[in-house]
């Protein structure tokens, strides 16, 4: 299965996991009520909560909001639905796909590396504060819950408001022991800075990281925002392991950067500990994209982000020498 189109990049697919009631479809819809132009795979449109007059079109496989985005049911089977998104003219600026409450969302990333039309940028689980130990625990259940998150690069550790502080410490010390790689983050109704989930992260060769974050993430103040800002040109392979050694508590890195070896910009995006660098083709370049721009990274965090010194030092060590 290819798309028609060999020549379009290839489409951002982040997907969303967790046990059922972990909050998937209320991620979901805060996704969709901030995006635009992108293509979602649900099982089922009577869960998206859309007010009917933002609704453009529907029919028995897909609904087209006023927005751009296109929701494809999963009615006649995954492969027909992303068969759908893939033909779609013009294709979508992101695919997002929840995966069934007990399906592993691992084996929908998978295809990710099998169909050229598409590019993976994450993986992102959903955990119930409120059942995640029991269901742990169960026997019946154990299995299928560890299955779903062990791969994610990020977990959105959700409901904090049904439990107390115990129960916090006791899930995130579950959660470390089982995937101490994993970024892990609270947050309750699954209300998180939007630009941390990659499908509104995808950012236009020709725009500043700056211009691209939501300003109303600062109203979350269980995160922090950094940016690292240099001329010159950054090493592949420094910034490369700036990347690798980030602390666990920066969870999104997003940004333009002139390497060293490239005579055009390379879009940096991370989430977890998943990364892309890649120079962006000589057609999305702006005209005023020169070396007067500088390199800008955005990162996002936790609110126990390392100081604004240990991060600069952290990329300025990327920073090509001049002398």
């Given at each position: ?84 998104v893939l033909e ?32 993976l940028s994450a ?10 130990l029991d269901q ?188």
């Amino acid at each position: 299965m290819a798309r028609h189109n060999t020549t379009d990049a290839p489409i951002p697919l982040t997907i969303i996991g967790g046990f059922l009631g972990a909050g998937k479809t209320t991620l979901l819809n805060r996704l969709l009520a901030e995006g635009e132009n992108f293509a979602v795979i649900v099982n089922d449109f009577g869960s998206i909560n859309v007010d009917a007059a933002l609704i453009r079109h529907q029919d028995a496989a897909t609904l087209q909001l006023e927005n751009g985005c296109v929701c494809c049911t999963l009615a006649d089977g995954f492969m027909s639905a992303l068969e759908r998104v893939l033909e779609m003219e013009p294709p979508p600026s992101a695919l997002i796909v929840e995966v069934s409450g007990v399906g592993n969302p691992w084996k929908v990333a998978e295809f990710a590396f099998i169909e050229p039309g598409l590019r993976l940028s994450a993986v992102v689980g959903l955990v119930d504060y409120s059942n995640f130990l029991d269901q742990l625990n169960d026997k019946y259940l154990s299995d299928t819950v560890s299955s779903q998150l062990e791969r994610c690069d990020i977990l959105l550790l959700n409901k904090t408001d049904l439990v107390d502080e115990t129960k916090r410490q006791d899930v995130h010390r579950v959660v470390k022991e089982l995937w101490p790689e994993t970024r892990a983050v609270n947050c309750r109704h699954a209300s998180i800075p939007p630009e941390l989930i990659p499908v509104l992260g995808e950012l236009p060769a020709h725009k500043s990281p700056q211009s691209t974050l939501n300003s109303r993430s600062i109203l979350y103040d269980q995160f922090s925002r950094w940016t690292f800002r240099s001329g010159g040109r950054l090493e592949r392979t420094s910034l490369e392991n700036a990347l690798d050694t980030l602390p666990s508590s920066v969870l999104r890195v997003k940004g333009l950067c002139w390497l060293a070896t490239e005579q055009r910009p390379s879009i940096v995006q991370m989430v977890g500990r998943r990364y892309s660098i890649e120079m962006v083709s000589e057609s999305d370049v702006n005209a005023d994209a020169t070396m007067d721009t500088g390199n800008v990274l955005v990162l996002i965090g936790t609110r126990d982000l390392p100081d604004e010194e240990t991060l600069t030092g952290h990329f300025q060590a990327a920073v090509q020498s001049t002398g």
